[in-house]
């Protein structure tokens, strides 16, 4: 491809040779002579050391090289570039005559099924869905168009998934809500977990990650969330559209989740609380309560980081306020004595 | 089903028309005219607005409804009604054709074994036990009555399951513990891991968790204990009867849990510990060593939760303690200087 | 085998009866007439009520019993009694006839493949290595000599084994990295991940784990290096050689850690930080930048240990403090009022 019409397509200016070849894209360090490198405003990188083709950079850069890409989005360029030069491929395409597919299962047109997968009754699945080898579809599952389920994937009975949804491999969705009666003389009675779960639009779930099914009624994860590897997702939660939550994050049941919450690694979340859209909450804060009003928050219970940082910065110079408090013990009892 | 036959099922007194149709049952926001709802004396839900055909409330509530079911243990009669409504039903019938079963496993009657699951040698399946498809028993795996374990689980050889255990999507029983030998000049070298597992009658094992075999003897998950998703229990681990640990939480090895412990989310517990009876720990808490008697703890490093609610109201005032100790220092240093 | 040829297999002086039969190694309090044991200089082992044959003690030990066998490394030769008694046995030999291997797959002399497991195109597998049932190998896969793959492992497309390494039942290697761009109009924008993963010679890794695969080049985990389970290592990340990531750790992006290191269970690492080689980190410990030198480190946000000691020390001491400052303030109001 000539580097004129990548320009073109990544929406950039090019400024260099619109006529040399372009094949990839790859690391800064390690592309090569046919290769665009992201830059974008990265003055840390010495670009003479560089041997890429060309450079995605910021419109307005003062970074210099021979071919130079110009765009006030270097980072959808670079995401576009990815999606240009890596274009998706269906690894496992067709039906394999190796799956076990239910006859009244109805797959629209151009759905691919791998090896040893297994489809139920009742299921429906929708076009051009990717089902890849070891994937187990429970009774009566209902599954959109365009989505890619990856191998060692297991959706329980009734679970729907809307369109163009991702799940990676080894996700569970639809295991039973942890939920038992105690009584004293009977030990634990299970509550049965007779709920579903439903995943919009463009939601895409990691690897490992636990989506289980409500009780009664839902679990629901709106459209475009995404899970992060090893997530938990309780019986009962919903999971806010955009939202993020990164891996290890476990959210406990009948939560909440406005729009847009950014979660890091590890954050638990307290049941039956709600958290307002757009609010973002740092790597291994437990979230004790409801957050009324989006803000930013750390530390388990949560504070605002604020009064988060300000109360670790104290507790790190605590040895420093108790040498105070002793010279001041020091001191009054000389005034005491001299009374 | 007539409402009255429902009210006697679940042992409560109806106050209504015993010859109403009952259908189901479901959330008092969702439960149609031929439904039951669970309210017990939640005076928060405004029953004017509800559809549903009977609510079932506390004996002595002073909630008004045209049908009302009145127990002393409404969510006892909540999880009766749903077992009645939703009796279970094998999800997986029979035994599938497509399953691969080693010609020397004993599989009692009753059995069923679903698609592509893999029974190796020796291996013995009590009656009744449900197995779903894409499960793995590696050699001489011995399985009680009644169990379901579902798609995606692998029993490593050898492990022991008891009577009517559950175990969900993707839960690996009797992995490798995590034991290597650090030796200077040969690196790593890894210490055979030879010994099993034992779950217990009426174990639950969650989806995607894990419960690592002993290194020499046994990994013991007493009767009735209850593992959420993503919970790691490592070698050498007793986990004590009807114990319950929520997601995420990690035991280290030769950990000692005993019975009725209930712990949250995300809960991490040190190695060669030991936890009293009836102890209940807080989501996220650290336990770093034993625990004699029974208590409620928290935090991590783990403290009994006034301790630990203290301390932390304590750190939230930090700054004004600060405050009051600079300005002692003021009104000394004024003393000092009028001496 | 007679127990002076066990003596010289493990290199330990017997001092005892050189032609008694030797079976096996078991616990201490477990191990009958035909075990060793273990003891090493283990004081609080109340050796009379033993009825193994033989102890393994340290050189010097002032442990007395009819068996003894001296060495300076017992743990050692604990490790290659366990070796010794319990020989690797490969479960599922042969290649089983229900496996789908793609026909351009290669697969040196020897190699095991289970029931139902999938070996796409170009893949490539080394002399003698098992894989076991219900594993699926995306196409482009290569894996080196003498590794062991468990039930229900997933390697994605591309991704390198070396020699020798174990991936245990369930673990995903070379899932998606999560990445989106975020765009105010158009939600979210998935990122191709397009890179692959390398666990190089000697790796483990854990039952459930996840290690994901590079945006551009690749993740990863350097010879002998062993992870746990459900350990989540994410995009670009390189685990140094020989370091142990515990149950539940999990590393964010981009982040290096240097050879040796050594985390607890559920600790997080934030994203594009180095950690030196030869760490330790404690359970739980959240690590929020580089740590340029080696030490020991817990907390989150981390501090190096004794530093964090001090801190949570006086954080339980806080109401002291407290009642000192208050008794301060009365006096020096004392004081005041005498001027």
């Keep these: 491809m000539k580097l004129g019409e990548v320009a073109v397509y990544l929406g950039a200016e090019l400024q260099g040779d619109e ?7 790859n690391e800064p360090e390690r ?15 010495d670009v003479q050391t560089l041997h890429a083709l060309a450079l ?30 890596h274009p998706h491929r269906s690894l496992f395409p067709g039906i394999s005559p190796l799956a076990s597919i239910s006859p009244d299962a109805m797959l629209a047109e151009g759905v691919m099924v791998g090896a040893f997968t ?9 076009t051009k869905t990717e089902i890849h080898p070891h994937v187990v579809i429970y009774p009566g599952v209902k599954i959109g168009k365009g989505c890619i389920i990856y191998a060692g994937v297991v959706l329980r009975e009734g679970v729907e998934l ?12 639809g295991a039973d809500g942890f939920g038992y009666l105690v009584s004293g003389d009977q030990g634990l009675r299970k509550i049965p977990q007779v709920g579903t ?29 995404k899970l992060d590897n090893l997530v938990q997702v309780a019986h009962n939660v919903n999971v806010g559209p955009r939202s993020r ?36 909450i740092a790597a291994q804060a437990g979230i004790s309560g ?44 000389e005034l005491m004595n001299e009374r």
């Design 19 to 25: 006529n040399a070849e372009c094949q990839g894209i």
């Design 31 to 45: 592309a090569g002579p046919y290769d665009l490198a992201l830059v974008g405003n990265e003055l840390r990188i």
């Design 56 to 85: 995605i950079v910021d419109k307005g850069s003062k970074i210099e090289y021979p071919n130079r890409l110009l765009t006030d989005q270097p980072r959808l360029a670079f995401c576009m570039a990815l999606e240009l030069f």
């Design 118 to 126: 297994v489809i139920a009754g009742k299921a429906e699945i929708g």
């Design 162 to 173: 809307g369109d163009y949804v991702i799940v990676q491999p080894g996700a569970i969705v």
């Design 197 to 225: 779960v439903c995943l919009e639009d463009h939601v895409e779930i990691g690897a490992n990650s636990c989506v289980d099914r409500g009780t009664l009624s839902e679990t629901r994860v709106h459209e475009q969330a």
């Design 245 to 280: 939550l990164s891996a290890q994050t476990g959210i406990s049941g009948s939560v909440n989740i406005g729009a847009d919450v950014v979660m890091g690694g590890q954050v638990g979340v307290a049941d039956h609380i709600s958290i307002a859209a757009g609010t973002m």
């Design 290 to 333: 409801t957050i009324k009003e989006k803000g930013i928050f750390a530390g388990s219970p949560h504070q605002d980081i604020a009064s988060w940082r300000k109360s670790y910065v104290l507790l790190r110079n605590l040895d420093d306020y108790v040498v105070r408090i002793k010279e001041l013990e020091k001191r009054v009892k």
